[in-house]
């Protein structure tokens, strides 16, 4: 089994609905991370959170909320999409404890916004 | 703000070419570098990550090398195969400390066989 988890794999939704992407992980890591993926602009952190009480703004976290459930989960929620939230979603998970702390990607979340 | 750029943004070779990717970035208090590997449509996954003090990291046939005074980065990869046609991505941490990171756009390579 994957690592790193993300339900919906891919979800088509119209403007103005809340959607919520899932994260979950196996890894036994503190930290979360959500980015977003579009053409062109490479990714880009929405949200992160170091441990179950800590949550955090990236970059682009306007339009966007978060939730974490647990250290294993980690959900964001688009409150009322609009078009141009339409991109790849990344959740990827690190830990401190390591050497190197690199990050653990999960497959990613397709969304489009119609 | 750390930013990163990396160039070429696509790159096409025969198999069996050597080749270099370029990464550069504007803050030079860097804690680390690392590069990704990602496969159309799906997530990334840490080829390398070099730690500040460190001038190399390698794995088979990936060497990347780091010059934090110059703020570059390369990715260097030995005859080249069908195989490595990916998006490579450079990423540095946003802050002082270790994460989270600052992503570069890419390079899309293309191995031709």
């Known amino acids: 089994d994957a690592d790193v988890t993300q339900t919906p794999r891919n979800r088509i939704t119209k403007t103005g609905k809340r959607i919520m992407l899932e994260c979950s992980q196996t890894?036994?890591?503190?930290?979360m991370y959500w980015y977003r993926q579009d053409p062109g602009l490479g990714l880009r952190l929405i949200y992160y959170?170091?441990?179950?009480?800590?949550?955090n703004k990236g970059e682009i976290s306007d339009g966007y909320s978060v939730s974490r459930q647990a250290q294993a989960k980690f959900s964001l929620s688009l409150e009322s999409a609009i078009p141009n939230q339409t991109a790849l979603y990344f959740c990827?998970?690190?830990?401190?404890?390591?050497?190197?702390?690199?990050?653990?990607f999960g497959p990613g979340t397709r969304l489009l916004v119609l | 703000k750390q930013e990163v750029t990396q160039i070429p943004a696509a790159l096409s070779v025969p198999e069996g070419e050597n080749l270099v990717l370029n990464c550069s970035f504007t803050d030079s208090a860097i804690y680390n570098l690392q590069w990704f590997r990602q496969d159309p449509g799906k997530g990334l996954t840490s080829l390398l990550l070099i730690q500040s003090s460190q001038r190399e990291q390698t794995s088979g046939r990936l060497n990347a090398s780091l010059d934090k005074s110059s703020g570059r980065s390369t990715l260097y990869i030995a005859a080249s195969q069908p195989g490595d046609s990916a998006t490579y991505l450079c990423?540095?941490?946003?802050?002082?400390?270790?994460?989270?990171?600052?992503f570069g756009k890419g390079t899309r390579l293309s191995v031709i066989a």
């Open positions: 990827a998970t690190s830990d401190p404890g390591q050497y190197q702390e690199t990050q653990y």
């Open positions: 890894k036994g890591h503190d930290r």
């Open positions: 959170s170091f441990d179950v009480k800590d949550i």
């Open positions: 990423a540095v941490p946003k802050n002082s400390g270790n994460t989270p990171l600052v």
